[in-house]
């Protein structure tokens, strides 16, 4: 059984940066990645690192927030540049698929998740 443990969340004034991890325990190799979800809105995926630590990220994040992994054990999310619009809570989820361009942002095809972290922005 994979569990997946978020820490690192926060508060933090806009332009600041925080740093988001996941630790991973279980066995085997997975797709990781960041989804994050405002109250009253769909699950949002941010960042996904998958095996050969190919990295995809959604629009609003590209050249802000960079995924890293060790072996897989742990999962981070490093998020500079931070505004208001990034202050949701921010899930980690592993997939047991290879996934690719086209399916890394579907919460559909993640099997595990963490019971996320906070992130708040004040502006």
């Known amino acids: 059984q994979v569990q997946l443990e978020e820490s690192g969340g926060g508060s933090v004034q806009a332009g600041g940066s925080l740093r988001v991890s996941c630790a991973v325990s279980?066995?085997?190799?997975?797709?990781m990645a960041w989804f994050r979800q405002a109250p009253g809105k769909e699950r949002e995926a941010v960042a996904s690192?998958?095996?050969?630590?190919?990295t995809y990220y959604t629009n609003s994040v590209k050249g802000r927030f960079t995924i890293s992994t060790d072996n897989a054990r742990h999962v981070d999310l490093q998020m500079n540049g931070l505004n208001a619009e990034d202050t949701t809570k921010y899930y980690c989820?592993?997939?047991?698929?290879?996934?690719?361009?086209?399916?890394?942002?579907?919460?559909?095809?993640?099997?595990?998740w963490g019971q996320g972290t906070q992130v708040t922005v004040s502006s």
């Open positions: 279980g066995n085997g190799r997975y797709s």
């Open positions: 690192i998958d095996i050969y630590n190919i």
């Open positions: 989820a592993a997939s047991r698929w290879l996934l690719n361009g086209d399916t890394w942002d579907q919460s559909g095809y993640y099997h595990y």
